[in-house]
């Protein structure tokens, strides 16, 4: 073993580094600031609900190569599910009209040829509109590159965007859009098929990877807050916690896998995004209709995605600023009659719980994309990671799974040089 590394954070990004490390033959500690890993993907005991329910609610993709070999190295592929194939279910709540999107598995995508497999109302001319934003620049915006209008827009692309980038597409990076449309509708359906957690965020990401950790004689220290960083000329010299300093000698690192905000206090000079974007979600303790699809895309509401899970049912709602100061209950009656509509079930309220993210992700526009800080810092013993750095994705699991394993990386390549 050589190369002692602290990574600091225990979110998926700084999990994906330690696990890659370990896969190194690296000795590596972890410190959560903390009483918990997982940071924004996990789960917890709500008293409300009297269950276990994610801090949100995440989609991933057969294309999000790094997520899922993150899961095959510790352990838990098997703890995500989905169909054999792509097949996305919408309901359009404006006029109750109900369809299944069905993309062929090949890259030739004949599906769009097929009014029974793609968007009512579109024709297969409008899909190609869409690969404009596959050569989109830095600086455009998605609505500057692409028609932000009709019925392939408001039923399909939006819906994609906004899950995908968490900023609304007039506003959002059509490099960003295009990176997403790249890596998925462009590769055909077997890497669109959609994945979920249906035991958890925590059983599928968090539990698995501390269990891996362990196995490995990894150290993880929860409630370490990192208050300093000594940088000493051109590395990092020591850390700081609280009432703890923590030598740094030569041939060992520091991955930094905190939030932005905590990077830019610790690392002088860093620019990092500093606008952000808020997520709504709710939960209902329910359980739903066994003919009920496990994800349902919902156009023309406040919802825009449900969730079925055993004995609950789960919204997410992107780009949510709107929402952060509508009353609690207001705001989940209002969720709960698109659910109940959605869903064929009473109007009668379940049990509910509202939780919102205010700074859930930086905010994808192009001027924030900009400010995205690589992996690389001035200092050689220093590697950033996590979802706010510059993966070229938008601020999802995949890419703070990338973020990790790259830091990991590099600081390897850096020790054996």
Sequence with gaps: MTGLVHVIGAGLAGLA???????????VVLHEAAGHAGGRCRSYHDPVLDMAIDNGNH???????????????IGAAARLAGPAHAEFAFVDLAG????TLRINDGRLPWWIFDHRRRVPGTTAGDYLSIARLLWSSQDKTICESIKCEGALYHRLARPLWLAALNTDPIEASARLAGAVTRETLARGGRACRPLVAPEGLGHAFVEPALRFLSARNVKVVLGHRLRAVDLTHDKVAALEFDGERLAIREGEGVILAVPSTVACDLVP???APDQFRAIVNAHFRIDPPASLPSIIGIVNGTVEWLFAFKHRLSVTISAADRLLEVPREELARKIWHEVAAVAGLPKAMPPWQIVRERRATFAATPAQNARRPGAIT????????????????????????????????????????
């Design 378 to 417: 001035t200092w050689h013993n220093l590697f950033l990671a996590g979802d706010w750095t510059d993966t070229g994705l938008p601020a999802t699991i995949e890419g703070a799974v990338r973020s990790g394993h790259r830091a990991a990386d590099l600081f390897v390549a850096h020790d054996k040089g």
């Design 17 to 27: 580094a330690a696990v890659r490390l370990c896969e190194r033959g690296r000795n």
């Design 269 to 271: 000079g860093l620019e």
């Design 59 to 73: 989609l991933l993709l057969s294309a999000n190569r790094a997520a899922l070999s993150y899961l095959a190295a």
């Design 96 to 99: 109750g009209e109900r369809w």
